[in-house]
């Protein structure tokens, strides 16, 4: 089955300081998924990538896939303590989508120090 | 606001016993699924369920079981608990069978098992 492993698996950065999380897959990738999830709450959709070498931006938040190392990136820029929370990377275990949820990485913990 | 409701919030009972808990889907969303983040084992899909069928099935165990009410409500059933069920219960919802559209995820119910 395919598996997700986050690195790191917990962060702290000075806040205002760049920091990147990285996601790999243990198959090939068909679709990409960033969530954040903050302490106690439910998941917010960040980003989806769906092509190799296709990046994506949302305010100070960059993702990237590199569909040949079947690697995601995500790079936050000048963070902010709005940042800290859980990084979670899933994947669709098929192409196309398919029916069979998403996997997801064990997520990275990231603390925004002031 | 996600409009993913679940309740309750936080569930503390002891081994042995029965719960339910209760997913209320996004107004329009056909599709429901359940996951279960625990520390050691990270977000695990459970099961989802598609206009009241259910479509796909992951890690869950024979105690378990979910389903899919006409309204689209969904509600997952744990029995015979054990301490190593404690764990937050997440639903999400989507439009579709396919995990291509991003999923809307509740804020979840922490059960405790004691």
């Known amino acids: 089955s395919q598996e997700l492993e986050q690195s790191p698996q917990s962060l702290i950065v000075q806040e205002g300081k760049n920091l990147t999380i990285n996601c790999t897959s243990s198959?090939?990738?068909?679709?990409l998924y960033w969530y954040k999830q903050k302490y106690g709450e439910g998941l917010i959709f960040l980003m989806m990538?769906?092509?190799?070498?296709e990046e994506k931006s949302h305010e100070k938040i960059t993702a990237k896939l590199d569909e040949k190392k079947q690697q995601s990136s995500l790079h936050i820029t000048a963070s902010q303590p709005s940042h800290a929370g859980i990084y979670l990377c899933g994947a669709d275990k098929e192409q196309n989508g398919g029916a069979d949820g998403l996997t997801f990485g064990k997520g990275t913990h990231l603390i925004i120090q002031p | 606001d996600s409009g993913v409701t679940q309740t309750p919030k936080h569930l503390i009972t002891a081994t042995g016993q029965r719960v339910t808990l209760r997913c209320s889907p996004r107004s329009g969303d056909l599709s429901v699924y359940w996951y279960q983040q625990s520390l050691d084992q990270g977000l695990q899909f459970l099961i989802q369920?598609?206009?009241?069928?259910?479509?796909a099935k992951g890690n869950i165990l024979e105690r378990f079981s979910a389903q899919q009410f006409p309204d689209l409500h969904s509600e997952l059933n744990l029995s015979s608990l054990e301490l190593g069920d404690s764990a937050l219960y997440f639903c999400a919802s989507s439009g579709g069978t396919s995990t291509v559209e991003k999923l809307f995820f509740g804020s979840g119910t922490q059960l405790s098992v004691l």
């Open positions: 369920y598609y206009n009241g069928e259910e479509r």
């Open positions: 198959k090939t990738l068909y679709g």
């Open positions: 990538l769906q092509k190799g070498g």
